[in-house]
């Protein structure tokens, strides 16, 4: 069966250091998502692609994230530099455009 | 903004009972989709169930239900015959028909199943 992968699973950092997660998504999936989950809430989007296209990244904190999804299958998230309130779970999803999700295990950020 | 709210943090259930989450959400829009995921610990997201909001039946999958009140922007989910591997945080979501295709999120009901 098919899965997003992502990679690292568990990142643990300094402050002011950089960071980014890899996503890897359901081949043929052409949406890709990039979701936040902090501790005890639901999941935020920060950034959507379409293809290699950003259609939405109205959430995503541009001075210090950053996404890119080069020849429109795999993406990476950036973030530097990495500050404390950044810790949290950062899940990646793919859909093929039928409203359902397929999510990955995530990349769970801790930032000392 | 489409905003859903999860009003129940934590809920818990004896095994093999039926146990009933609560979602709302607010939307001026009238086509829509709603889902419940299932988040297991240390595990990804699935999707448990879908209902489209034009569909007036209630949607059904196994020991799955929703009931899905339009007019009052309601949409609980019912688990029957509860299982030990139903134990996850439970998230409600809203998607809005057209456009792109962005999830927004409930905050979550912890779901725990007691032996």
């Known amino acids: 069966e098919a899965e997003v992968a992502q990679s690292p699973r568990y990142k643990i950092t300094e402050k002011s250091q950089a960071v980014a997660f890899w996503c890897d998504p359901i081949s043929g999936h052409a949406t890709l998502y990039w979701y936040r989950q902090i501790l005890g809430q639901g999941p935020e989007l920060l950034v959507q692609?379409?293809?290699?296209?950003?259609?939405?990244d109205s959430q995503l904190p541009k001075d210090r994230f950053s996404a890119e999804r080069l020849k429109g299958v795999d993406s990476t998230l950036k973030i530097q530099p990495a500050e404390l309130g950044d810790s949290a779970m950062y899940l990646c999803?793919?859909?093929?455009?039928?409203?359902?999700?397929?999510f990955g295990e995530g990349s769970r950020l801790t930032v000392l | 903004a489409q905003t859903v709210t999860q009003s129940q943090p934590e809920m818990s259930v004896q095994e093999a009972e039926t146990v009933t989450l609560s979602c709302t959400y607010d939307t001026s829009e009238s086509d829509y989709y709603l889902f419940w995921y299932k988040q297991p610990p240390s595990r990804q997201m699935i999707l448990v169930i879908r209902?489209?909001?034009?569909?007036?039946q209630n949607a059904t999958e196994n020991r799955f239900s929703v009931n899905f009140q339009k007019a009052a922007k309601s949409f609980s989910l019912k688990i029957s015959d509860s299982q030990l591997g139903d134990a996850a945080m439970y998230f409600c979501?809203?998607?809005?028909?057209?456009?792109?295709?962005?999830?927004?999120f409930g905050t979550g009901t912890r779901l725990t199943i007691i032996p």
């Open positions: 209902q489209e909001a034009y569909k007036q």
């Open positions: 692609f379409q293809d290699e296209s950003v259609v939405d």
């Open positions: 979501a809203y998607k809005y028909n057209f456009g792109n295709e962005k999830l927004t």
């Open positions: 999803a793919s859909s093929l455009g039928t409203g359902e999700l397929f």
